[in-house]
């Protein structure tokens, strides 16, 4: 059964920085779309960031761009999310997504939301 497991949120002041992390078990996260979303109670999920299978290209919605890095270690199946220069605005749950199909990857798709495989999520707030 595949899972993924999200660690890293938790609570700090704007301008911190926290690292998340999505461990992989049972599926080979190098050829599959994985990728970072988030959502807060009452709204609609966000795409963060994803990473394109087929050549590495990297996705980042615009509030987050030049903030956050995604990235990965496909060995240790694990999925990363490092964010600095944090935001009230980011506060949210945080949830790592895989699915095969590589289109689900772009950002026009992200709000399609139909990625098979999703972690239970790890909660980041952010203090002004």
């Known amino acids: 059964q595949v899972q993924l497991v999200e660690s890293g949120g938790g609570s700090v002041q704007a301008g911190g920085s926290l690292r998340l992390s999505c461990d992989v078990s049972?599926?080979?996260?190098?050829?599959?779309?994985m990728g970072w979303f988030r959502q807060a109670p009452g709204k609609e999920r966000e795409g963060v960031a994803t990473?394109?299978?087929?050549?590495?290209?990297?996705y980042y919605a615009d509030s987050v761009n030049g903030r956050f890095t995604i990235s990965q270690d496909t060995t240790k199946r694990t999925l990363y999310l490092p964010m600095n220069s944090l935001k009230p605005e980011d506060t949210d749950m945080y949830y790592c997504?895989?699915?095969?199909?590589?289109?689900?990857?772009?950002?026009?798709?992200?709000?399609?939301?139909?990625?098979?495989?999703w972690g239970q999520g790890t909660q980041v707030t952010v203090s002004a």
């Open positions: 997504a895989a699915d095969g199909r590589w289109y689900l990857c772009y950002p026009r798709s992200w709000s399609e939301g139909r990625y098979n495989y």
């Open positions: 049972r599926l080979s996260t190098s050829r599959y779309c």
């Open positions: 990473i394109y299978p087929g050549d590495g290209h990297l």
